[in-house]
């Protein structure tokens, strides 16, 4: 019993020993594999635009093959890079991608060109009337202009050597009978011829003092008519002269006013103030305008010319009827 128990403590104790004991070394195990790296978190965007590159290697070892991280995928696009103004920037000089059309440019104002000759062809019906009726009566002043300038011009040169030649004559006779033969047109030989066709028609032979003085009242009275009669052809166009001058610059204004009339009726018609549409009402307006003065001042001015001219040469033929009395008063005396 005590062998037995002896040997059972001896097997634990070796058992024991054994247990404790230093294992022996075994063959190296094989190096465990790195861990991937783990992606890094992205930077948040910046007002500046990301210049695309190469993503910045994370720490660490990647296995071979594996994209870098942050960098898109094979087969998929880039992300698009944000501008400051909230849009994606492309990139300059990346294939397939189309520049944005330019904005569009507005087409200029047409250039609008007024002359006189389209200003009255643009203008209204009552427009027209006005400004055609305006240069009608202008051209007719001038014209008459130089017709009494030219008349004017002979006549009392004329008038000048037909005095003479009455002074020179011997008698009321003689001096009608030149002026008949060589100044007919002029109006103081007509004035004379009336004269000597009343002695004509009333003296015969000795007259008594009564019988003189109603003959040189008779011719007298001839003389008048006559002298009526020349200064109303040396007034010729007179009237026209007057009333172009004086209702001229009023017809204009009609045009004015209707021309501006119509220009507010296009600016209410079309709701624009644009200049297109104003100015031809405005420059129609201000062209009668300028026609009636056209037309007006010179009608005045050439109406006191001739009104001094025809003036003075009826002081002329008033003191050759007063000659012609004396002269035959002289002569009946004389008989």
């Known amino acids: 019993m005590m062998i037995a128990r002896v ?23 094989a190096k465990p594999a790195a861990a991937p790296a783990k992606p890094a978190t992205p930077a948040p965007a910046t007002t500046k635009p990301a210049t695309p590159g190469p993503a910045a290697p994370a720490t660490g070892t990647a296995p ?21 103004d909230g849009l994606p920037v492309t990139p300059a000089g990346t294939p397939g991608t189309t520049p944005p059309p330019p904005p569009p440019v507005a087409a200029p104002e047409p250039e609008i060109t007024i002359t006189p000759v389209t200003m009255i062809m643009n203008a209204t019906v009552v427009v027209q009337v006005v400004i055609t009726w305006l240069l009608g009566a202008s051209v007719l002043t001038w014209a008459l202009l130089f017709s009494k300038l030219t008349y004017f011009s002979g006549l009392n040169s004329k008038t000048d050597r ?14 009608a009978k030149v002026g008949q033969r060589s100044y007919r047109d002029n109006p103081l030989a007509i004035i004379l011829q009336a004269a000597a066709d009343e002695i004509k028609l009333s003296a015969s ?26 200064q109303e052809e040396l007034g010729t166009g007179m009237g026209i002269f007057a009333t172009v001058g004086s209702i001229s610059a009023f017809v204009g204004l009609f045009g004015t006013v209707w021309g501006i009339m119509n220009s507010f009726i296009g600016i209410a018609q079309k709701q624009t103030t644009n200049l297109a549409v104003v100015a031809p009402g405005i420059a129609e307006a201000l062209f009668a305008t300028g026609t009636g003065l056209f037309a007006a001042v010179p009608a005045v001015v050439f109406y006191n ?5 025809i003036g003075a040469y009826s002081t002329r033929m008033d003191n050759f009827s007063n000659e012609v009395l004396v002269r035959l008063s002289r002569q009946l005396d004389g008989a």
Not at 162 to 175: K, M, Y
Request: no cysteine.
């Open 7 to 29: 040997s059972a403590a001896a097997a634990l104790a070796f058992g024991i020993m054994i247990s404790s004991a230093p294992a022996a070394p075994a063959a190296p195990p």
């Open 64 to 84: 071979a093959g594996a994209p870098a991280a942050g960098a898109p995928a094979a087969g998929e696009p880039p992300p698009p890079v944000i501008g400051p």
């Open 205 to 230: 032979g000795k007259m008594s003092g009564d019988q003189r003085q109603h003959l040189l009242s008779r011719i007298a009275q001839r003389m008048n008519i006559a002298q009526a009669e020349q």
């Open 305 to 309: 010319i001739f009104a001094r001219r």
């Open 162 to 175: 037909f005095v003479q030649a009455f002074r020179g004559a011997s008698s009321i006779e003689d001096a």
